[in-house]
T-cell receptor
Framework: GQNIDQPTEMTATEGAIVQINCTYQ??????LFWYQQHAGEAPTFLSY????GLEEKGRFSSFLSRSKGYSYLLLKELQMKDSASYLC??????????????FGTGTRLTIIP | DSGVTQTPKHLITATGQRVTLRCSPR?????VYWYQQSLDQGLQFLIQ???????AKGNILERFSAQQFPDLHSELNLSSLELGDSALYFC????????????FGPGTRLTVT
């Protein structure tokens, strides 16, 4: 099966930078996603990586290293509205079987003034 | 507003009952995904349909079933409900079968008493 690990909680200061790490173990890797979810709301798509390297999207960047089974989400110029849970998800086709998308349990990020 | 609609917003029912959750994808999107989110288990992928056909299956119980209709709306049927089925059920849609960017609906909160 797939195993995804990310920190449960993080705290950062408004205006600063924070990096949320995600490690995974899977076979048949076929993409890694980051979603943001505010409490009681639906997840919203942030980024998608399938090749190694950095994808930048405004204040948010996501990095992937497939050989290390590692990704991070970098949030710059933090704002209070960035307080949310950040979900790492891995898509894989283990043993060339059914493709599955597995979510981590999420990192709850709290921004303090 | 993602453009994905789900009904009902809230549902309270008793153990042993059967319910149907409905989802309308964004205009033009061919894929529909169903997820279950409970406090102790995070976001769990249940099933994906693409243009009316089942495309991928996740951790969906045998008591649960889904279908996608010719107009592309989808229904998730939950039967023989148990207390543990209480959760938020999200539907998401994407333009293609790859699901590289999924748009989530607001969710249906199911409470089984």
């Amino acid at each position: 099966g797939q195993n995804i690990d990310q920190p449960t909680e993080m705290t950062a200061t408004e205006g600063a930078i924070v990096q949320i790490n995600c490690t995974y173990q899977t076979s048949g890797f076929n993409g890694l996603f980051w979603y943001q979810q505010h409490a009681g709301e639906a997840p919203t798509f942030l980024s998608y990586n399938v090749l190694d390297g950095l994808e930048e999207k405004g204040r948010f960047s996501s990095f992937l290293s497939r050989s290390k089974g590692y990704s991070y989400l970098l949030l710059k110029e933090l704002q209070m509205k960035d307080s949310a849970s950040y979900l790492c998800a891995v898509r894989a086709r283990p043993n060339f079987g059914n493709e599955k998308l597995t979510f981590g349990t999420g990192t709850r990020l709290t921004i303090i003034p | 507003d993602s453009g994905v609609t789900q009904t009902p917003k809230h549902l309270i029912t008793a153990t042993g009952q059967r319910v149907t959750l409905r989802c309308s994808p964004r205009s033009g999107d061919l894929s529909v995904y169903w997820y279950q989110q409970s406090l102790d288990q995070g976001l769990q992928f249940l099933i994906q349909y693409y243009n009316g056909e089942e495309r991928a299956k996740g951790n969906i119980l045998e008591r649960f079933s889904a279908q996608q209709f010719p107009d592309l709306h989808s229904e998730l049927n939950l039967s023989s409900l148990e207390l543990g089925d209480s959760a938020l059920y999200f539907c998401a849609s994407s333009p293609d079968g790859l699901g590289n960017e999924q748009y989530f609906g607001p969710g249906t909160r199911l409470t089984v008493t």
